[in-house]
């Protein structure tokens, strides 16, 4: 997973209810025949970009964004 442009969500934007993310997604070839899925996603309040090889690592981090939940959902 690589970053670009790392950043905090500003202290009112931390626990919002809902955050903007664009997220781009391609096949690129590798040296095997297979190739591999990639992923990029922005959070686009702070810009923050990273590159992912895995849904689940992706998933993570959008879900990371929200922080705890503040109560019963």
Do not use: C
């Amino acid at each position: 997973m690589d970053t670009n442009t790392p950043a905090e969500l500003p202290g009112e934007y931390a626990t919002a209810p809902s955050q903007l993310f664009t997220v781009r997604v391609w096949w690129e070839e590798t040296e095997e025949a297979q190739g591999e899925l990639r992923m990029q996603v922005r959070h686009v309040l702070t810009g923050e970009t990273r590159y992912f090889r895995s849904a689940a690592g992706l998933l993570a981090y959008i879900t990371a964004k929200f922080g705890p939940p503040a109560g019963p959902v």
